[in-house]
C-alpha cells in the first residue's frame, strides 16, 4: 500500500492488476472469455463463461490474502497456478474455488 492509499483503493488496485493476469491467463486456455468482477462482502469474485453457452465458472480470493504485503499479486498468482486453479475449472467437476489466506485454493461453497 502506497502511503496515501487507503485500504479500498489498494483492494481496488490489486483487483485491477488480479483481472488482467487472470483474463489473460484464461483466454489461453479458452481462447474466447467473458469475465465479470465484483466484490463481495468478505472476498472479490471473478467469474469466467468460457463459451456463450458454457458454465459459468467462479474464482474468489478472500480479502485477508489480497490484503497481505504491499504488492501480493506476485504471491497471488503464484499461489493460484500451484493450486491449477485454470486446469481444475476447465476439466471439472469443480466449478468455484476459493483461495484464501493460507495459500490454499479450495472449492467454493456456501455455507
Known amino acids: 500500500m502506497t502511503p496515501n492509499e487507503t485500504h479500498d483503493e489498494k483492494m481496488t488496485r490489486i483487483s485491477a492488476e488480479l483481472s488482467k493476469a487472470l483474463r489473460r491467463q484464461a483466454m489461453g486456455t479458452w481462447r474466447r472469455v467473458r469475465t465479470r468482477n465484483r466484490g463481495e462482502v468478505a472476498r472479490h ?39 491449477r486453479w485454470l486446469a481444475r475449472l476447465d476439466d471439472g467437476p469443480e466449478t468455484s474455488l476459493v483461495l484464501g489466506a493460507d495459500g490454499r485454493l479450495e472449492r467454493f461453497s456456501r455455507k
Not at 463459451?51 to 480479502?63: D, Y
Open 45 to 83: 469474485a471473478w467469474q469466467f463463461r468460457p463459451t456463450e453457452e458454457g458454465t459459468s465458472r467462479f474464482l474468489r480470493i478472500t480479502h485477508e490474502a489480497m490484503d497481505q504485503g504491499d504488492d501480493p499479486v506476485p504471491q497471488l498468482l503464484s499461489n493460484l497456478s500451484a493450486g
